[in-house]
């Protein structure tokens, strides 16, 4: 019986306790944001206690960033959540990217960006979507602000250890179908909580032929799928992306030589299965709200099979029956930790390029960092956006969550990059339909969603 | 925390499935830096009508169920955001115990850390108990596991640990500073890359 990568990584990090209860595990990266960390420190003011280790955490803004004007936050209460982080970071000397700085950004775009997030490591955040970090073969999850304190006073965390599962992705992407449209066709198929209890792991040719971007994307929407961690062996793809980056490892042969360990013996070991053939997807769209309520874009909605989804057709304003490409999009947002990096621009760019977006369309263009715009503007593809009508807009969280007043309005259909669908989450009745980055640019241009594999103009 | 061992109270039923963080407690309500005052936000835009007062249809807001300490609710409750604002609403609220389907991961850890003790019963159990009256008190017993209503006893499973950390209610940072001699040589022997 051989291990997997995930209990390679585990047992790399029990500090004590004995499997099958909870164990403490040490953490080598804690990343901080605005939201929910102000309690977490109140906490240690509290109890007389202090950061234990400040040079294994790092802190950013990015939920409540303004994406217009940054310097000036009019929501008094974001801005006191702003200067609460840039105090507690001071008081207990801990390094911050502040807004305007060079290094700002959503806090699951900075960590890879800086070379923070390495393979073999614990990573952790007071956020969902911190599942991203295991593309780089580490064990990434998502905690709650009293562990954010925990953590921060201890560098460690109490677990159980969860199960794990493989999911092997083989074949090949048709043209136009994206890393997105993978995990969103995996959650559509399995359930919005399939992966509840277990550490996922993505593997098979299908992962290997992935850059880092679209490996990042598909561990970021695990936590969509119930899995709080998502992850994928560590390759020459990653340790190509780390080398040179700023917290990167300067002696990057020790590294390697280290992190090659890291790969799961064999596929009998992990608890449960799933197959996945990826050379059939199509490019797909959420209709409902919840990110399993989606279908292929050539497919009509589903049936109405109980109360949920009678209550998510109703939210929606849309019927059963219909095809995905019907729907109407009145306005699309490209950005977040899902799909905010250069690539992801860089393809809805391709894709954006000299044509002009619907008439009726409001557009938003969302770097996922400081450095993704100022690297987006050097290709100069800022001005093919502004060409085609989309605003191009300061890094942040932004319209993903809607906390900065980047918000979408009552009852608008709302084609975006983003994780989540659920009411809500966009702005008050604001609908939201998930897909790719091209498939949104696609959208954009049309006024509603086209087969991108069939469109020969773009 | 505070403990719980035996806890007595009436019940609020909401069965949708999926129920997420988001629902529980909008953004909006997010930007505060302090632990309390959630209760009033707690499902905030399914409890009001768009000119800000109450919808007298949902359940939070009939005058029977306000005392209820005991939520019952469906599949995969508490999914998506790792928002821990969403289990200080609920306990602001007065809930201490929710029996649903499942949770999401995070929420239940989240749970573990404010005495809200979350119990997984088989949908059948929580059809039964979704039909109880506003003032029917059904009793958790912790100690024994078990979920008592009227003629029904339903027995639910948790993890020990969790469990024994409920009795208690005792503070996870404390007891982990007890360890610092074994985080010590962790980090002695870690390997660091320069």
Redesign the interface.
């Known amino acids: 019986m051989g291990k997997t990568l995930f209990d390679k990584l585990w047992e790399k990090h029990v ?2 306790g004995e499997e099958g ?2 164990q ?1 595990i ?1 953490v080598d990266l804690h990343l901080v944001h605005e ?2 960390s ?2 977490a420190f ?1 906490g240690l003011r509290t ?1 007389n ?1 202090t950061v234990r280790r400040p040079d294994r955490t790092f802190a950013t803004m990015d ?2 960033v303004p994406t217009k004007d940054i310097f000036n936050i009019k ?1 008094q ?2 801005r ?2 702003i200067e ?1 982080l840039r105090a507690n970071c001071k008081e207990f000397g801990l390094r911050l990217a502040d807004m305007g700085n060079e290094d700002q950004g959503i806090v699951h775009v900075i960590g890879p960006q800086l070379g923070l997030t ?1 393979p ?1 490591e614990i990573v952790v955040c ?3 979507h911190t599942a991203t970090h295991g593309a780089f073969g580490s064990i990434a ?7 954010v ?2 953590v921060l ?4 965390i ?1 677990q ?1 250890k ?1 199960k794990t599962m493989g999911i092997h992705l083989y074949g090949k992407l048709q043209e136009g179908v994206a890393a997105k449209d993978i995990i969103m066709a995996l959650i559509a198929q399995n359930g ?2 399939f992966g ?2 277990y550490a996922v792991e993505f593997f098979g040719e299908t992962v290997k032929q992935l850059s880092m971007e679209n490996r990042m994307t598909i561990c970021n929407m695990a ?1 969509e799928g ?1 899995a ?1 961690m998502g992850m994928m062996r560590p390759d020459q793809t990653t340790f190509d992306y780390l080398k040179g980056r700023k917290y990167a ?3 990057m042969d ?2 390697v030589e ?1 992190w090659k360990q890291f790969y799961t013996d064999d596929v009998t070991d992990y608890d449960t299965v799933i197959e996945f053939d990826v050379s059939t997807l199509a490019p797909y769209v959420s209709w409902g709200t ?1 990110p399993s309520m989606a279908v292929p874009v050539n497919a009509t909605l589903p049936k109405i099979t109980d ?2 989804v009678q ?1 998510a057709y109703d939210y929606m304003d849309l019927k059963p029956a219909i095809k995905a490409t019907d729907i109407p999009i009145q306005w699309i947002f490209i950005g977040s930790c899902t799909n905010g990096r250069l690539a992801d621009i860089q393809e809805a760019a391709r894709v954006m390029k000299g044509h002009h977006i619907a008439e009726n369309v409001t557009a938003w263009i969302v770097p996922g960092s400081r450095t993704v715009k100022n690297e987006a503007e050097r290709l100069g593809l800022d001005q093919i956006f502004k060409d085609a009508g989309c605003e191009w807009r300061e890094p942040g969280c932004s319209a993903c ?3 900065n007043p980047d918000k979408i309005p009552v009852g608008i259909h709302c084609a975006s990059t983003t994780n ?1 669908n ?4 966009q702005g ?1 009745d604001a609908r939201t339909h998930l897909a790719s980055p091209a498939m949104v640019a696609a959208a954009a241009i049309h006024g509603h969603f086209i087969d991108i594999r069939q469109e020969e103009a773009i | 925390m505070e403990a719980i061992t035996i806890h007595k109270g009436t019940t609020i039923p909401l069965m949708n499935n999926n129920i997420d963080t988001d629902q529980i407690i909008p953004k909006q309500f997010l930007k505060n830096i302090l632990k309390v005052g959630y209760g009033q936000h707690l499902f905030h835009d399914w409890r009001f009508l768009d000119d800000g007062t109450p919808n007298p249809d949902f359940i939070l807001n009939k005058e029977e169920r306000k005392n209820a300490t005991i939520l019952i609710s469906g599949d995969n409750f508490g999914c998506g955001s790792s928002r821990e604002h969403a289990a200080w609403a609920l306990k602001d609220w007065g809930l201490k115990i929710i029996i649903a389907g499942g949770y999401s991961d995070i929420f239940f850890m989240n749970c573990t850390k404010n005495g809200i003790l979350p119990i997984i019963l088989p949908q059948s159990a929580r059809n039964t108990l979704a039909q109880l009256a506003p003032d029917d008190e059904i009793t958790v017993d912790l100690p024994q596991q078990k979920v008592i209503c009227q003629d029904n006893v339903y027995s639910f499973e948790i993890d020990a640990t969790w469990k024994q950390k409920f009795i208690d209610g005792i503070d996870d940072i404390e007891l982990t500073l007890k360890q610092e001699e074994k985080i010590r040589n962790f980090e002695k022997n870690m390997p660091v890359f320069e």
Not at chain 1, 153 to 156: E, I, K, N, P
Not at chain 1, 422 to 425: D, I, K, V
Request: a positive charge; charged letters at 25%.
């Open positions: 500090v004590s209860e909870p403490l040490y939201v929910t102000p309690q109140e109890n206690r939920h409540n929501d209460i974001s006191k959540q609460t390495q073999g007071g956020d969902s999850f998502g905690i709650g602000t009293s562990e304190e925990h006073a201890t560098q460690t109490w159980l969860p919005v909580d509840t209890g936590i119930g709080k490892p300067k002696n020790k590294a280290y919840n109360m949920n209550r969550l809607a906390m989540r659920f009411e809500g989450r008050k």
